[in-house]
C-alpha cells in the first residue's frame, strides 16, 4: 500500500524532457548498478559473526517473541498511507482509488500540484477544497493507530513516525512527545509571508466556510497554510533531531503500510543498529531497496533483506496494518485488551460526531 505524498525537495528529480531515450536508459542502469554495488558493499561490511542476533528465529512468530521480552524497550514504528486506509482515508498512489488518480475536479495540470507550494501560492482553492473532505476529526483511528498506543502503554515505544497528516494518533490519545509528523501537522498553521501562527480552529472555521485563509495580522495579507510539508518545502527542524536522537537506540522498528518511496523518511530503515530486527507489515514488500544518493548521505545498510539466506533480522508479514497489528497483539498477549480498547474508543468517537453533526452550522457550513 502507498503511505506517502510529499518528498522534502531534495530528493533527486528526472530531468526533464519529451522522451528519455538511449540515454535516458543508460542513466537509469547506471543508477542501478550503483544502487547494486552500494548495497553490496555495505552488506559485505557488516561482519555477521560479529553481530549479536536477537531473534530467536528469524519469523513474525520470533518478532512476538522478541517483543514481548523485558530485552526489547524502544520500538519505533514507521507509517504511511495504509495504517488510515481502514479509516476511510485513501492513500496516494494505488492505482484507481488512490488519491492521486481522483483529482481530476480540480482541473490541475497534474495530481501531484495540489501539494506543490508554488501552485497553492497561485491557487490556493483546490488544495482548501480537498482539505475539507479529508479533515481531522471525520475519521476513527484504525486498530493500527491502537496498536501504536498500546505499545506505548506497554512501557515499549520509543517513538513512532508517520509520514501521515491525518492527526488520528492523537486521537487514540498517544502523547504529542511520542509522535514525529514528518510531513507535518493539521494541528497548526503559519502565514507564509510573516509567519504568524494560527490554531487548528481558526484555520478549519476558514476551509469549512470555504474562504481562502488570509493572515489578519495587522499591514499582512498573506495566505496562512496548515504546517503540512508541501513539494518544495523542508521537513520539520523536529523530524532531523529525533531522527538523531533515536534511532540509534532502537532496538525494534516497525514498518507499517508504507510503500518506502519517499525520502528521506524511507531512509530511517538504515539508520537503526545493525543488530536490530526490521518487521515491515504490508500487502506487499514495495521499494525495498537502497536508495544508493540516500545510502551516501543519510546512511547505510536500508536494504530490507527478506530473502537474503544471511538474512537475521527482516521479516515481512503480508497482511493488512490492521490485521498484521492484530496478530502480532495476539502472539505476544495483549490481542482481547486491544480488541476491546478499539470496540470502547470507536463507541465513544461515534456519540462525538453523531453530536458535532447536530450543531447549528452557519450559512456556509462551519461549526459555530
Request: glycine share 8%; net charge negative; proline share 5%.
Amino acid at each position: 500500500m502507498e503511505g506517502e505524498k510529499k518528498d522534502d525537495g531534495k530528493s533527486p528529480k528526472k530531468p526533464e524532457g519529451k522522451e528519455e531515450g538511449a540515454q535516458g536508459t543508460q542513466a537509469g542502469g547506471a543508477i542501478d548498478a550503483l544502487a547494486a554495488g552500494l548495497s553490496k558493499y555495505f552488506t559485505s561490511a557488516v561482519k555477521l559473526d560479529d553481530v549479536e542476533k536477537v531473534l530467536s528465529e528469524v519469523t513474525f512468530e520470533g518478532v512476538a517473541k522478541y517483543l514481548k521480552s523485558d530485552k526489547c524497550t524502544n520500538v519505533i514504528t514507521m507509517a504511511g498511507a495504509g495504517i488510515s486506509t481502514s479509516a476511510g482515508i485513501p492513500d496516494f498512489r494505488s492505482p484507481g482509488s488512490g488519491l492521486y488518480d481522483n483529482l481530476q475536479k480540480y482541473n490541475l495540470p497534474d495530481p501531484m500540484a495540489i501539494f506543490s507550494i508554488q501552485y497553492f501560492i497561485e491557487h490556493p482553492e483546490p488544495f482548501c477544497h480537498l482539505a475539507k473532505e479529508l479533515w481531522p476529526g471525520h475519521f476513527k483511528p484504525t486498530p493500527c493507530h491502537y496498536f501504536v498506543k498500546q505499545l506505548h502503554e506497554k512501557g515499549k515505544l520509543l517513538r513512532h513516525y508517520t509520514q501521515n497528516i491525518d492527526t488520528l494518533e492523537h486521537y487514540t490519545g498517544l502523547p504529542a512527545d511520542k509522535i514525529v509528523e514528518a510531513h507535518g501537522t493539521f494541528r497548526t498553521s503559519h502565514c507564509l509571508t510573516c509567519q504568524k501562527e494560527f490554531s487548528q480552529d481558526w484555520i478549519k472555521e476558514k476551509i469549512f466556510a470555504e474562504e481562502t485563509p488570509t493572515c489578519d495580522a495587522e499591514d499582512c495579507v498573506g495566505l496562512v497554510k496548515p504546517d503540512i510539508v508541501f513539494f518544495g518545502e523542508k521537513l520539520p527542524d523536529r523530524y532531523f533531531k529525533c531522527v538523531e536522537e533515536d534511532l540509534k537506540k532502537c532496538d525494534l522498528l516497525i514498518i507499517l503500510g508504507t510503500s518506502l518511496s519517499v525520502q528521506p523518511f524511507a531512509s530511517l530503515t538504515g539508520r537503526v543498529p545493525t543488530k536490530t530486527p526490521r518487521l515491515y507489515i504490508n500487502l506487499d514488500k514495495g521499494n525495498t531497496n537502497v536508495d544508493p544518493f540516500m545510502m551516501l548521505f543519510m546512511g547505510g545498510g536500508a536494504t530490507l533483506n527478506f530473502d537474503d539466506e544471511n538474512n537475521y533480522r527482516d521479516v515481512f508479514k503480508q497482511a493488512t496494518c490492521d490485521e498484521g497489528c492484530y496478530s502480532l497483539s495476539d502472539l505476544v498477549g495483549w490481542g482481547k485488551e486491544l480488541r476491546q480498547t478499539v470496540e470502547k474508543e470507536h463507541k465513544r468517537l461515534d456519540a462525538e460526531i453523531a453530536e458535532d453533526k447536530q450543531k447549528p452550522k452557519t450559512a456556509k457550513g462551519a461549526s459555530k
